[in-house]
């Protein structure tokens, strides 16, 4: 599975003062800048109701949380930088609301709240009760080494109850054909499968090219999107 270009350097689990660098610096530029397609398209699938409360792993300064917020939801997001943060709701002319939650520090403007801090260090105490979860590329941010350990804390933190909205972006292995593309990659199976059902919605399959210049090969790529949703446990 294709890593997040921007993030496959930093190991926000192992050296969080170089994320907070990261973002210092404003080395900042998978910043999306525009909602993001396939949520705006397939997120009504999920037949939330209005009031639904979603969990943004990873938020950055992502703007789907406004969109998410338009279709009636209460949107709380965790955040390493205090940077990305306060950019966030400078960008967006919000102002906030800040207080001391645990180890946290909540940002809260309305029915948007963003806590500051370590998404490992995360209990349900500080998070509450949630209907959903929006993942945006924070698993494939993550090092591969630290994805599994990412899977554990969601297990810890997410209500049995809620789904998971997983977007992802894959690499299509050398050889590999489409028809073996469409299918759910054999690590989200791994790392899902013992405690979660998966669905795969949807797969779009591009043509990209290298970023080398000096190479003019283009690479198939898979942009999926996952429902997957926990099994209650015994």
């Known amino acids: 599975m294709r890593i997040s270009k921007t993030k496959e350097v930093i190991n926000i689990s192992h050296d969080n003062s170089l994320w907070l660098q990261f973002w210092r610096d404003q080395r900042n530029d998978f910043h999306q800048l525009a909602l993001n397609p396939l949520l705006s398209k397939f997120w009504p699938g999920l037949g939330l109701a209005p009031g639904s409360r979603v969990f943004v792993p990873l938020c950055g300064k992502s703007l789907d949380m406004l969109w998410l917020l338009e279709q009636g939801h209460e949107v709380i997001g965790v955040e390493l930088s205090p940077v990305a943060v306060r950019a966030f709701f400078l960008e967006n002319h919000l102002k906030p609301v800040k207080q001391r939650v645990g180890k946290f520090t909540l940002w809260k403007h309305g029915k948007l709240s963003i806590l500051c801090g370590d998404y490992f260090s995360l209990t349900p105490l500080e998070l509450g009760v949630f209907d959903a979860v929006y993942d945006l590329a924070a698993l494939t941010a993550l090092p591969e080494d630290i994805r599994q350990r990412y899977i554990v804390q969601l297990r810890l933190i997410v209500p049995e109850t809620a789904i998971i909205f997983l977007l992802t972006t894959e690499d299509a292995e050398e050889n590999q054909t489409l028809s073996q593309a469409l299918g759910v990659d054999e690590e989200i199976n791994n790392l899902y499968s013992e405690n979660f059902d998966i669905e795969l919605v949807c797969v779009e399959s591009v043509f990209e ?26």
């Open 209 to 234: 090219s290298a970023p080398d210049l000096l190479q003019q090969t283009a690479k198939r790529v898979e942009y999926k999107v996952y429902q997957v949703s926990g099994r209650l446990k015994k």
